[in-house]
């Protein structure tokens, strides 16, 4: 199967800006509730921000009014656009469906002065 691929990762400044995407082949965006996780070094994995297959959101307390999730089913892609990043921000950042499918690879995003 074809897995889920991340993009838009780079290092920041705190306060700074970042905008993910996630691209899948099979038409899944329109089928499964989906979800960007985040796993910083030795950590547990964590559900950062979820959206529902009729567009409902939801988000971990620590994102909250700067992190907007959105996806566009008929071209297959999900975004996180991210504002006003903090160093805690700091981690690999996955997309994936729920139930969980393959996951990607990631991408990292470094968040530092």
């Known amino acids: 199967q074809v897995p889920f691929v991340e993009s838009g990762g780079g290092l920041v400044q705190p306060g700074g800006s970042l905008r993910l995407s996630c691209e899948a082949s099979?038409?899944?965006?329109?089928?499964?509730?989906m979800g960007w996780y985040r796993q910083a070094p030795g950590l547990l994995p964590e559900l950062v921000a979820g959206?529902?297959?009729?567009?409902?959101?939801r988000y971990a307390n620590s994102v909250k009014g700067r992190f907007t999730i959105s996806r566009d089913n008929a071209k297959n892609t999900m975004s996180l656009q991210m504002n006003n990043l903090e160093s805690e921000d700091t981690a690999v950042y996955y997309c994936?469906?729920?139930?969980?499918?393959?996951w990607g690879r990631g991408t990292q995003v470094t968040v530092s002065s």
């Open positions: 959206i529902r297959k009729d567009g409902s959101t």
């Open positions: 099979g038409s899944i965006f329109a089928t499964y509730d």
């Open positions: 994936n469906r729920d139930p969980r499918g393959n």
